[in-house]
């Protein structure tokens, strides 16, 4: 009997462990860092960053977000920019070659955290909504959020071009996390 209750629990907490965890890793595949800036007050130019890694927690009461996406993966679909991009005078990803988000606070609208990128670390708050959440059809579970808000890039001492090439840079991180 004793035995029997013991085993009883024992599944209880497995199936409650493995229904309620809430550790996520970045599906890199469904992930997306993108930005847009103005340039010269004629078009607005776009991008992403096509290596990002990460993970976020949900459990209430200590959610988390950790992002790095590899700087020198930052694609504008023209190669010639971005090679000057990469360069000093914007990235310097030889000097920096990571950027990284680190949240700080996690509430159901909001994304606040550490951004570091081109050697400085400013806190940032981003627009945080989610987008959804359910069984994975191949196995397992998933949920996706997206971030979204403006940040001045002079903070972070990229200057180049200011103000011909905005100094604000839009901001939308989609995220979809896998459970563990």
Do not use: C
């Not at 990284?100 to 570091?116: H, I, M, Y």
């Amino acid at each position: 009997m004793i035995l029997k209750t013991i085993l009883t629990a024992g599944a209880a907490i497995a199936l409650t462990t493995s229904v309620y965890a809430a550790d996520y890793k970045l599906d890199p595949s469904h992930t997306s860092a993108n930005f847009t800036v103005g340039h010269m007050g004629f078009s607005k130019t776009t991008g992403r960053f096509d290596e990002i890694e990460g993970s976020f927690t949900d459990t209430a009461g200590s959610e988390s977000v950790n992002v790095t996406i590899k700087a020198s993966s930052i694609d504008s679909n023209f190669e010639p920019r971005d090679k000057h991009l990469r360069s000093p005078d914007f990235f310097d990803v030889k000097q920096y070659p990571t950027i990284t988000f680190k949240s700080t606070s996690v509430t159901k609208d909001k994304l606040v955290g550490e951004l570091t990128m081109h050697g400085k670390t400013k806190p940032v708050t981003l627009d945080l909504e989610m987008v959804g959440e359910g069984d994975d059809p191949w196995g397992g579970y998933r949920k996706g959020y997206s971030a979204t808000g403006t940040i001045k890039r002079s903070e972070w001492g990229i200057n180049y071009g200011i103000p011909g090439i905005s100094d604000e840079i839009e901001l939308v991180l989609h995220v979809e996390g896998i459970r563990q």
